[in-house]
C-alpha cells in the first residue's frame, strides 16, 4: 500500500525564514493534501493539488508536485511562531474510497 | 463555518469495556471516516462509510469495532472490547463528495485504556 514519508521528521527555523517539508510517495494519486495538526488538536486543510497540477498556491503557502518523482514539497514563507506545528501530507489514490493515507509528519518549530 | 463535532474530548476505560465515540459529521457531507493517531505517531486509515455501509476497511478495523449512522447525523464508531493498544486519539472525518475534495477533520477523541 501506499505511504506518504514526510522529511525531514522535525524542521527548527526562526521567525522570518522560509520552511520546506518534503513528501514522498509511492502508488498513483488523485490528489495530495497537507494538513496541520497543533499538538493534541485535529488536523486542518492547508491545500490539495491535484494530479495534472504542478504548483498550487494559497497565502504564505506553497506547493509543488511531481508524479514522475512521486514527491511533493510544502513552502511556508516568512515564517511566524504562529506557524509552529507538525505538517502531514496525504495522499488520494486513484483507487480506494477517497481515504486520505497519511505520511509520519514533520514537527516544525519557529523560534521567536 | 461548519464543522466536524465529537464527544467525548477524552475517554478514559478498563480494559475489556466496550466504547462508544460519538461524532457529527458537516451536515451536507456524504464521506465519512475514521482514523487513528498513537501518541506522536502517524495518522492511521481505520475505516471509510458511504450510503450507510462500509467501504473500505483497514486491517486494524478487526471484529472488535464497528461503525454505525445510526440518524442522520451522529456516525459512531464502537470497540467492544478495549485493549491497551487501542490507547489513541480518533478522529472523525468527512468529505462532502468524492474525488479531489478537502477531508473535514473533528478536534478528536482521546482514548484512554487502562
Known amino acids: 500500500s501506499q505511504q506518504g514519508e514526510e522529511d525531514p521528521q522535525a524542521l527548527s527555523i526562526q521567525e522570518g525564514e522560509n520552511a520546506t517539508m518534503n513528501c514522498s510517495y509511492k502508488?498513483?494519486?488523485?490528489?495530495l493534501q497537507w494538513y496541520r495538526q497543533n499538538s493534541g488538536r485535529g488536523l486542518v486543510h492547508l491545500i490539495l493539488?491535484?494530479?495534472?497540477?504542478r504548483e498550487k498556491h494559497s497565502g504564505r503557502l506553497r506547493v509543488t508536485l511531481d508524479t514522475s518523482k512521486k514527491s511533493s514539497s510544502l513552502l511556508i514563507t516568512a515564517s511566524r511562531a504562529a506557524d509552529t506545528a507538525s505538517y502531514f501530507c496525504?495522499?488520494?489514490?486513484?483507487?480506494?474510497?477517497?481515504?486520505?493515507?497519511f505520511g509520519q509528519g514533520t514537527r516544525l518549530t519557529i523560534n521567536p | 463555518e461548519p464543522e466536524v463535532t465529537q464527544t467525548p474530548s477524552h475517554q478514559v476505560t478498563q480494559m475489556g469495556q466496550e466504547v462508544i465515540l460519538r461524532c457529527v459529521p458537516i451536515?451536507?457531507?456524504?464521506?465519512f471516516y475514521w482514523y487513528r493517531q498513537i501518541l506522536g505517531q502517524k495518522v492511521e486509515f481505520l475505516v471509510s462509510?458511504?450510503?450507510?455501509?462500509?467501504?473500505?476497511k483497514s486491517e486494524i478495523f478487526d471484529d472488535q469495532f464497528s461503525v454505525e449512522r445510526p440518524d442522520g447525523s451522529n456516525f459512531t464508531l464502537k470497540i467492544r472490547s478495549t485493549k491497551l493498544e487501542d490507547s489513541a486519539m480518533y478522529f472523525c472525518?468527512?468529505?462532502?463528495?468524492?474525488?479531489?475534495?478537502?477531508?473535514?477533520f473533528g478536534q478528536g477523541t482521546r482514548l484512554t485504556v487502562v
Open positions: 496525504a495522499t488520494e489514490s486513484i483507487q480506494g474510497a477517497q481515504k486520505l493515507v
Open positions: 472525518a468527512s468529505i462532502r463528495m468524492g474525488l479531489n475534495t478537502e477531508a473535514f
Open positions: 502508488t498513483s494519486i488523485n490528489n
Open positions: 462509510f458511504y450510503n450507510n455501509e462500509i467501504s473500505e
Open positions: 451536515s451536507n457531507h456524504l464521506y
Open positions: 493539488i491535484r494530479s495534472n497540477e
